[in-house]
């Protein structure tokens, strides 16, 4: 165990022992999502450097500390890339994503409905849990992953089970063919249905979104895979073949960052939060309160809308009546996070287990407390 590690164990078998609560926080990227932070800062940014990496494998083991932008640029170097696309979401001042944040988030970005999310390229982690103790799950190849699969566990946990110290993750080849489709004037149940359609035959669709506007909306839709397979697909498809490259990748990030025009325009109404409704990718055009229109990614299964809190059991019944969920991504009062929680767990039964894996794993409760529940 090196230095840095050490430390950090040790300093959490103190806090466990006196129970003060403890925050878990790496460049502080992610804080403005969940409930409102609390405990003494645990700052991972000393856990940094690439352990491993096996192009040839496509495997990297990566310390948690360190900046997602680095890993990312290790990976192009050698053609390689992580495909589920997370999120920076970087702070003014300075503020960068961190590795161990990517995968305590487990969020993913507009290539998630094709390539899979955070924790399907997870394949081992080193952790430090509630009691101080360094432990290993999973390895650097598929073949390690056997019984409990906890490594995945952790993404998504919000740094409530343990502090992340290292995770192995596998990578892949960047395509070789990409292009972006643009359709005009396309109202949200045709880009719905055309995606659905497509969907169903073998086209290397890579991502989509759909912006309202004040017409009828465009649909944009990105395909990787083959050359000859991408090109096949532009004639396939239609629409109009985006040409200025930089542009369009530039655009995807504003996507994958919400940093496109249609989620700026949240500064002009403070009252709004950013909702996230996770629903089936058929789901239809979904009822929304005040005709709000959302925008769409995932071919149809992620749907962004900017409404009130108090808009909250509206959106709810909607997502709930298409077979998914709604909640808060980003609080609309930053006083007012706790009132407005982003987690609301579906059944009793999925709380107790969420309850028991904390008690397991950090039985005084002094990771992250509060942020994702109320008591642990």
């Avoid at 959490?12 to 403005?32: E, H, N, S, Y």
């Avoid at 993913?108 to 430090?128: E, N, W």
């Avoid at 709000?292 to 749907?303: M, S």
Wanted: glycine share 12%.
């Amino acid at each position: 165990m090196d230095l840095a590690l050490a430390q950090i164990a040790e300093r959490v078998r103190a806090a466990a022992a006196d129970q003060t609560p403890l925050r878990i926080r790496g460049g502080g990227t992610k804080d403005f999502h969940g409930r409102a932070l609390h405990g003494d800062v645990l700052d991972t940014r000393a856990l940094q450097g690439i352990v491993a990496y096996e192009p040839s494998e496509l495997v990297v083991t990566v310390r948690a500390g360190t900046p997602l932008a680095d890993l990312e640029a290790a990976l192009a170097g050698r053609g390689q890339c992580l495909p589920f696309e997370p999120p920076h979401f970087a702070r003014e001042g300075g503020g960068h994503a961190t590795v161990g944040g990517m995968v305590a988030a487990g969020l993913s970005g507009p290539a998630r409905a094709s390539a899979g999310a955070v924790r399907d390229y997870v394949l081992g982690t080193t952790l430090v849990n509630g009691r101080g103790e360094v432990l290993q799950f999973g390895g650097q190849v598929m073949k390690n992953v056997a019984g409990y699969d906890v490594s995945r566990l952790m993404a998504g946990a919000w740094g409530t089970l343990g502090l992340l110290a290292e995770v192995s993750l596998k990578v892949l080849p960047v395509a070789p063919g990409e292009a972006t489709l643009r359709f005009d004037d396309m109202p949200q149940a045709e880009a719905l249905r055309s995606l659905q359609a497509w969907g169903g035959r073998p086209l290397p669709l890579n991502a989509s979104c759909w912006v309202p506007g004040t017409g009828q909306g465009t649909l944009y839709v990105r395909l990787r895979g083959a050359a000859a397979a991408v090109e096949a697909a532009c004639r396939t498809l239609g629409g109009t073949r985006m040409a200025d490259q930089a542009s369009v990748q530039a655009d995807w990030a504003a996507c994958r960052e919400q940093t496109l025009p249609w989620f700026l325009a949240r500064a002009e109404h403070p009252g709004h939060a950013l909702w996230r409704l996770s629903v089936p990718a058929a789901a239809p055009v979904l009822a929304l309160p005040g005709g709000a229109q959302p925008l769409v990614e995932w071919h149809g299964a992620l749907r962004w809308v900017q409404a009130p809190a108090d808009a909250g059991d509206a959106l709810r019944a909607a997502a709930r009546a298409a077979g998914g969920s709604a909640t808060i991504f980003r609080a609309a009062d930053e006083g007012a996070r706790d009132a407005q929680s982003p987690w609301v767990l579906p059944s009793g039964a999925l709380e107790q287990i969420h309850a028991r894996l904390k008690q397991r794993f950090d039985p005084a409760g002094i990771f992250n407390p509060g942020r994702m529940a109320s008591g642990w």
